[in-house]
């Protein structure tokens, strides 16, 4: 019952679903929500899946339509929690103050221009990442994608969750790092590892694919390829914010959410292209 509990919470945070959890959440229930962050991302990305199909296989939309149909599903579905985050981030990380200010500027409830100009950036590549994902890929391989691309990003976002110290006293993500073992992650990473190659299975063998990307070396090569380059991008974003704030805050958490999704789509595609 607590494990339903954790996910339904996590659920609830992460996303516009309500579930009617009738009595508020103590610190405990909304730390072992954290492990279920990577599963509410994948629900996500099936929503994802089901709206990129409707938009390009029933409506038979234009590619340029469909990643804006995409774009603007995840941020309904997820109610622009991490753009929020993303934009606080920003404004206070670009601010060039010292990290206490930083901290404050982070908290002001009013949008800067730096976080209006990087919000902007990131909206407009990560729409044209989903336009050249659809363009480029050979069915049904966006759609796997889509799928993992929200799951990647809360898997980072228990991973800096875990790993880094918390910047503040008290804040709106600190209970979900509170009294949370780091082996927790491992378990987390393992779960993840089982879903992921129960969705490869089926894909790996789907006649939709070129010959080529049907031999496990291909497999291999895209995989691994894929997270050394999300993991080392997640590793640098995390490192230089922890520097700089001595640690990560419920804002930050959502930034390192977005900008894994970026690199993960920007690493496939680069990879796709580097290997024909």
């Given at each position: ?74 941020i309904f579905i ?80 228990t991973y800096v ?26 378990l987390i990473s ?87």
């Amino acid at each position: 019952m607590h494990k339903v509990k954790g996910f339904l919470l996590a659920l609830q945070f992460l996303t516009r679903i309500r579930i009617g959890l009738k009595n508020s959440p103590q610190s405990e229930e909304l730390t072992k929500a954290t492990f279920y962050f990577p599963l509410v991302g994948f629900i996500i990305g099936l929503l994802l899946f089901f709206m990129a199909y409707l938009g390009k296989e029933l409506f038979q939309f234009q590619p340029l339509t469909v990643a804006a149909m995409i774009l603007a599903t995840e941020i309904f579905i997820t109610g622009g929690l991490h753009l929020d985050g993303f934009i606080d981030s920003c404004d206070g990380i670009f601010s060039g103050r010292e990290s206490a200010r930083i901290l404050e500027i982070m908290r002001d409830s009013r949008v800067g221009a730096m976080g209006v100009l990087y919000l902007a950036l990131l909206l407009l590549g990560k729409w044209a990442l989903l336009y050249e994902l659809l363009v480029v890929s050979q069915d049904p391989l966006p759609y796997y994608i889509l799928i993992l691309m929200p799951f990647v990003g809360r898997w980072a976002m228990t991973y800096v969750i875990l790993a880094y110290p918390y910047a503040r006293p008290e804040g709106l993500g600190q209970p979900f790092k509170q009294s949370l073992p780091k082996r927790t992650f491992l378990l987390i990473s393992g779960y993840c590892v089982v879903l992921l190659l129960i969705l490869t299975v089926p894909l790996r063998f789907s006649t939709a694919l070129a010959p080529g990307m049907r031999s496990v070396g291909a497999w291999l090569t895209v995989a691994l390829g894929l997270a050394l380059l999300t993991c080392l991008g997640v590793k640098i974003g995390a490192n230089r914010i922890h520097r700089r704030l001595g640690g990560h805050t419920g804002d930050t958490y959502g930034a390192i959410n977005e900008l894994t999704e970026v690199i993960f789509l920007g690493g496939f595609l680069f990879l796709s292209a580097l290997l024909g």
